[in-house]
Structure formats: structure tokens, C-alpha cells
């Protein structure tokens, strides 16, 4: 009895695990891991690096499917508010605050980089110092025309300070030789904010490459989220600073279970190929509509930042449910846009899911999807951090976020790769079945073919080279119950040389079909 009981967990635990809409993957438990960032590595999307509060850092080589992990060390110090990036070479660069041993706390913003794919670190380079000064809420990108590396953050004269003399102020520097030195630190907003890391605190800055040189940059503070750009690639920078649109209420509110929330501002640029190219977009999230319905916003601008849209409404849940911390990125093979944030539309309690919002639209339109595959209870005296992240690349998009089990936090991800997530080919599914496409792509060792089945039918998957002939046969006219199935193709067992091929998914008269790489 005790075997037959241990045999029907494993089957529900695996058909729990099939049947779920995109497959969700512990990152890491380590130190109590909060606030991460993910990147997928644009030379090869099977790398993907992530790290978490306060010097955890992970790395994966087979497109987040497993993870190891490691703590970083300085001699600057590591203080949090982790960001990863990767630049066109195909290196990583972990950025975060400071805690030297001699100097005070968050006296810089660290930079840390690695040629091997995340497993190790070098001591790093700094930038920003200045005094006692603190220096937080970093964020950076790698302008991938030049791999010139741009970093925003917030300087604080004095942290938590309530007098009036002491301000925050905006600084940008960026780093011309792959992260070794970086620029002096120059100021680039006009209006100070205070120093008490609230509303009327100027802090999210986010910067975005533009397509002829531009560097974008927003952030909230007292005038709402305001914009300003670089036309030389932050060599030199305007007098004034342009006025987006107000955040009703604050970027900083209250979200019950949560231990503090706020709404700050991401900032992308299109540099795709798609009809958006040059559209800037920013995403944030404000109680507008009341503290217990926070929203998931976005404003875009198609002439370079001179004038923004009406703020846009992402989550498409009727009223009266939290949407918050929200994060956004642009794969710029596509110019799709993506959007995650933590939804508790299926609730009327502080349980949570994880949601991604997907526009190929420009920013017209989006479809929201769960990509949790259980909700958790946050509690307030959990700190879970100030964000959640995303990473796109290659039709591979890989979100990263903060769940809570018990008392035991963790950093989770969802294997995102198909075309499908939902959107566009949401006409195949009048028939009984839909395909998604397949992962890692380019394919190397392996692949693996995922797909849906809508009602009972026989199935058949196989691989054809670009003449058309059959080159391996997966499932031969199978019967099948509805579900999601996932074959795993090896191409070592194939012979298959090098160039695109295409998968077919028939069954009767529909027919799927989709193009991958073999490397």
C-alpha cells in the first residue's frame, strides 16, 4: 500500500507539472533570496544568469532548466540591489551596491564582470563615489551598436535624512572599455527629490539604448515620471527635463502582505526590425484606481521622447484586485513586448500569481497570462525586495521572480520559448491541437517540442529539412487525451548537419508547422 501511495504523488506531482501552462523552475533558495534580476546571454540563449538579494548570484547553461549558484565577493563590498547584464561578446556584468570595509555604506555603485558565463566573478570596478553620499537604486544596459555600458541611479546627500537641505538627484556614468572604468558621475535631473526613499524621493532610473546614439532615461519623484535623453550616448546631456505623466498616488504605497511596494518606472527602446522600431516605452505601476486596486501602466513615445501616450491599463482583470511589482523588457529579435508582474485577480485574499503580459502590437494591446503554477501568501514581515525582472532574447523569454513558502523564500522562473504564450496563434486552437515552438533554439545537443492537445485526436510530429524531405519521426499517428506533451528530440542520435529545419505537428487536416536551428 505505502509503495502504491508513493507511486500516485509521483503521478499527480507529474501530471501537475504537465498540464501546467509553462513549466516553472526553483532558481535558488540560497540566504534567503529576494529582488532578482535574470539575462539571457545574446550569443547563446542556453546561458542565462540571474542573482538575488543581497550576493547570491546563479547560472545556467541549459536555458534555465537547472541552476547552480554562488556568493559574490569585493573588496567593495556586496550591498544589494542586484542587476545582471550581458553584453555583445556575450559577457556578464553583476552590478550592485557597496559595503567596503574602509569607506561607508553604499558609498559607489559596484561592477562586476565574468567571462564564463556567470561561474566566476572578477574583484570589480566602481563608480560614483562620493563621499559619504549614498548611492542606490542602480540599474544598467549595454548599448548593443557600440557595447558601451550606461548606469542611472539615485545619490542620496544623506540617507533617510528629513532635512530640508538634503536632496536625491539622478547620476548616469558609463564605461567605454567593458566595465574596467567607468565616466565621473554627472547629474541629469533638474528637480531634487528629498531623502527619505519615498514619493517625493527622485529614484527608478532605468536606461535605455536609442537607435541613433540616444540614451533614454525616466524616473518618478515629486513631478510624477519625468523623461530625458542624451542624443551623443550620455556624453553630454539637456538642460531640461521632459514631464510624462502623473503617478496618482505616489510610486510608493502600501500592497498588504507585502513588507514594502512600489511602482517605479522601467524605461526600453525598440531596436528591432519590427514597424515599433524607435518606440520608447515606459512601464510602471500606481494605486490610481484606488489601494486596493494597484494597476500595471505604460506610456509610449514615438517621436524620441518629445511627447508620451495617454497611460495605458496592462492588466486586463476587471477592477478591484492588486497588480504590482512590475518589470519590463523588449526581445528586440522581434520588438514583442513583456511585461510581468505579481496578479491576485483569482483571489479575494493576498494569495498571489505571477502573470506576463504580452504585446506584439507596439504596445497597443496586450494578452495576460499566469505563468505560476501555484499561488503563495506573502507576508509583510517578509522582505520579498523592490522588484521582479525579465529577461527576452530570441523568441526565449525568461521572467524571474519572489515566492514565499512558509517562511522559506525562493526565486523562481518559467520557461517561456514558444511563439505561441497565448497570443497570435491563438486561431490554431479552433483545432485540436497547438504547438509551440521549440527549445533551446538554435539547438545544439538537443531540443525539446512542446505542444497542446484540445480535445482527443492522433497526432503526429516530425522533422523535415527545408526540401521538404522527412528527416526524423517523433509521433507516428498516436492517439493522445487532451494535455501538454513534450517530446525531447537528441540530435546526436540524428546526424543532422548544421542549418534550419522545420517541426510539423498534423493531425486530420491541421497541420502546425515551425522553423528551428540546428548549430
Same mark, same amino acid.
Given at each position: 500500500?505505502?509503495?502504491?501511495?508513493i507511486?500516485?504523488?509521483?503521478?499527480?506531482?507529474?501530471?501537475?507539472?504537465?498540464?501546467?501552462?509553462?513549466?516553472n523552475?526553483?532558481?535558488g533558495?540560497q540566504?534567503?533570496p529576494?529582488?532578482?534580476?535574470?539575462?539571457?546571454?545574446?550569443?547563446n540563449?542556453?546561458?542565462?544568469?540571474?542573482?538575488?538579494?543581497?550576493?547570491?548570484?546563479f547560472?545556467?547553461?541549459?536555458?534555465?532548466?537547472?541552476w547552480?549558484?554562488?556568493?559574490?565577493?569585493s573588496?567593495?563590498?556586496?550591498?544589494?540591489d542586484?542587476?545582471?547584464?550581458a553584453?555583445?561578446?556575450?559577457?556578464?556584468?553583476?552590478?550592485?551596491?557597496?559595503n567596503?570595509?574602509?569607506?561607508s555604506?553604499?558609498?559607489?555603485?559596484v561592477c562586476?564582470?565574468s567571462?564564463?558565463?556567470?561561474?566566476?566573478w572578477?574583484?570589480?570596478?566602481y563608480?560614483?563615489?562620493?563621499g559619504?553620499?549614498?548611492?542606490?537604486?542602480?540599474?544598467?544596459?549595454?548599448?548593443?551598436?557600440?557595447?558601451?555600458?550606461?548606469?542611472?541611479?539615485?545619490?542620496?546627500?544623506?540617507?533617510?535624512?528629513?532635512?530640508?537641505?538634503?536632496?536625491?538627484?539622478?547620476?548616469?556614468?558609463?564605461?567605454?572599455?567593458?566595465?574596467?572604468?567607468?565616466?565621473?558621475?554627472?547629474?541629469?535631473?533638474?528637480?531634487?527629490?528629498?531623502?527619505?526613499?519615498?514619493?517625493?524621493?527622485?529614484?527608478?532610473?532605468?536606461?535605455?539604448?536609442?537607435?541613433?546614439?540616444?540614451?533614454?532615461?525616466?524616473?518618478?519623484?515629486?513631478?510624477?515620471i519625468?523623461?530625458? %535623453? @542624451? #542624443? =551623443?550616448? /550620455?556624453? !553630454? &546631456?539637456?538642460?531640461?527635463?521632459?514631464?510624462?505623466?502623473?503617478?496618482? +498616488?505616489?510610486?510608493?504605497?502600501?500592497?498588504?502582505?507585502?513588507?514594502?511596494?512600489?511602482?517605479?518606472?522601467?524605461?526600453?527602446?525598440?531596436?528591432?526590425?519590427?514597424?515599433?522600431?524607435?518606440?520608447?516605452?515606459?512601464?510602471?505601476?500606481?494605486?490610481?484606481?484606488?489601494?486596493?486596486?494597484?494597476?500595471?501602466?505604460?506610456? %509610449? @513615445? #514615438? =517621436?524620441? /521622447?518629445? !511627447? &508620451?501616450?495617454?497611460?495605458f491599463?496592462?492588466?486586463?482583470?476587471?477592477? +478591484?484586485?492588486?497588480?504590482?511589482?512590475?518589470?519590463?523588457?523588449?526581445?528586440?529579435?522581434?520588438?514583442?513586448?513583456?511585461?510581468?508582474?505579481?496578479d491576485?485577480?483569482?483571489?479575494?485574499?493576498?494569495?498571489?500569481?505571477?502573470?506576463?503580459?504580452?504585446?506584439?502590437?507596439?504596445?497597443?494591446?496586450?494578452?495576460?497570462?499566469?505563468? @505560476?503554477?501555484?499561488?503563495?501568501d506573502?507576508?509583510?514581515?517578509?522582505?520579498?525586495?523592490?522588484?521582479?525582472?525579465?529577461?527576452?532574447?530570441?523568441?526565449?523569454?525568461?521572467?524571474?521572480?519572489?515566492?514565499?513558502?512558509?517562511?522559506?523564500?525562493?526565486?523562481?522562473?518559467?520557461?517561456?520559448?514558444?511563439?505561441?504564450?497565448?497570443?497570435?496563434a491563438?486561431k490554431?486552437?479552433?483545432?485540436?491541437?497547438s504547438?509551440?515552438?521549440n527549445y533551446?533554439?538554435?539547438?545544439?545537443?538537443y531540443?525539446?517540442?512542446?505542444?497542446?492537445i484540445?480535445?482527443?485526436?492522433?497526432?503526429?510530429?516530425?522533422?523535415?529539412?527545408?526540401?521538404?524531405?522527412?528527416?526524423?519521426?517523433?509521433?507516428?499517428?498516436r492517439?493522445?487525451?487532451?494535455?501538454?506533451?513534450?517530446?525531447?528530440?537528441?540530435?546526436?542520435?540524428?546526424?543532422?548537419?548544421?542549418?534550419?529545419?522545420?517541426f510539423?505537428?498534423?493531425?486530420?487536416d491541421?497541420?502546425?508547422?515551425?522553423?528551428m536551428?540546428?548549430?
Amino acid at each position: 500500500m505505502k509503495n502504491i501511495s508513493i507511486l500516485c504523488i509521483f503521478l499527480f506531482a507529474f501530471q501537475a507539472n504537465l498540464f501546467s501552462q509553462f513549466q516553472n523552475v526553483v532558481v535558488g533558495t540560497q540566504d534567503s533570496p529576494n529582488e532578482p534580476s535574470i539575462m539571457i546571454n545574446p550569443k547563446n540563449v542556453n546561458q542565462v544568469v540571474a542573482a538575488a538579494n543581497i550576493q547570491s548570484y546563479f547560472y545556467s547553461e541549459d536555458g534555465g532548466l537547472s541552476w547552480q549558484a554562488g556568493f559574490l565577493n569585493s573588496p567593495y563590498g556586496v550591498w544589494g540591489d542586484p542587476c545582471i547584464i550581458a553584453d555583445t561578446a556575450g559577457d556578464f556584468y553583476f552590478l550592485h551596491l557597496s559595503n567596503p570595509s574602509s569607506g561607508s555604506w553604499i558609498d559607489r555603485i559596484v561592477c562586476q564582470k565574468s567571462f564564463d558565463g556567470g561561474h566566476t566573478w572578477n574583484p570589480g570596478s566602481y563608480m560614483g563615489l562620493n563621499g559619504s553620499k549614498a548611492q542606490d537604486k542602480e540599474w544598467s544596459m549595454v548599448d548593443p551598436q557600440t557595447n558601451i555600458i550606461y548606469t542611472s541611479w539615485t545619490q542620496f546627500d544623506s540617507y533617510g535624512s528629513s532635512a530640508p537641505y538634503d536632496s536625491s538627484t539622478i547620476l548616469f556614468s558609463r564605461s567605454l572599455d567593458n566595465g574596467d572604468t567607468w565616466s565621473d558621475a554627472v547629474r541629469i535631473n533638474k528637480v531634487a527629490g528629498d531623502c527619505l526613499d519615498m514619493d517625493n524621493t527622485v529614484e527608478g532610473a532605468v536606461p535605455a539604448a536609442g537607435p541613433n546614439g540616444e540614451v533614454y532615461i525616466s524616473w518618478a519623484g515629486p513631478l510624477g515620471i519625468v523623461f530625458t %535623453k @542624451s #542624443t =551623443d550616448r /550620455g556624453l !553630454t &546631456w539637456p538642460d531640461t527635463n521632459t514631464f510624462v505623466c502623473t503617478i496618482p +498616488g505616489g510610486w510608493d504605497f502600501a500592497v498588504p502582505g507585502i513588507y514594502r511596494a512600489n511602482g517605479l518606472p522601467v524605461t526600453c527602446c525598440d531596436l528591432s526590425d519590427s514597424p515599433y522600431h524607435g518606440t520608447i516605452y515606459i512601464n510602471w505601476s500606481d494605486q490610481r484606481n484606488g489601494p486596493t486596486d494597484t494597476d500595471v501602466f505604460l506610456v %509610449k @513615445s #514615438t =517621436d524620441g /521622447g518629445a !511627447t &508620451w501616450s495617454a497611460p495605458f491599463r496592462v492588466n486586463d482583470d476587471p477592477e +478591484g484586485r492588486q497588480q504590482f511589482f512590475t518589470w519590463m523588457a523588449i526581445d528586440q529579435s522581434t520588438g514583442f513586448l513583456y511585461i510581468v508582474f505579481y496578479d491576485r485577480r483569482n483571489y479575494s485574499n493576498e494569495m498571489t500569481d505571477v502573470y506576463l503580459a504580452v504585446s506584439r502590437d507596439g504596445g497597443e494591446t496586450f494578452d495576460n497570462m499566469k505563468i @505560476s503554477d501555484s499561488p503563495f501568501d506573502p507576508m509583510s514581515a517578509v522582505f520579498f525586495g523592490d522588484y521582479t525582472n525579465i529577461s527576452a532574447c530570441n523568441g526565449v523569454v525568461r521572467p524571474i521572480w519572489t515566492r514565499l513558502e512558509g517562511y522559506s523564500l525562493s526565486i523562481m522562473t518559467a520557461i517561456v520559448d514558444s511563439l505561441y504564450m497565448g497570443t497570435g496563434a491563438d486561431k490554431e486552437i479552433s483545432g485540436p491541437m497547438s504547438l509551440e515552438q521549440n527549445y533551446p533554439n538554435p539547438a545544439r545537443d538537443y531540443t525539446i517540442f512542446a505542444y497542446k492537445i484540445h480535445k482527443p485526436c492522433k497526432v503526429t510530429l516530425k522533422v523535415n529539412d527545408i526540401f521538404g524531405n522527412e528527416v526524423a519521426l517523433l509521433v507516428n499517428d498516436r492517439y493522445l487525451d487532451p494535455g501538454k506533451y513534450i517530446e525531447k528530440f537528441t540530435l546526436s542520435e540524428t546526424g543532422l548537419a548544421p542549418g534550419f529545419y522545420y517541426f510539423s505537428l498534423i493531425s486530420g487536416d491541421q497541420v502546425l508547422n515551425r522553423k528551428m536551428l540546428i548549430e
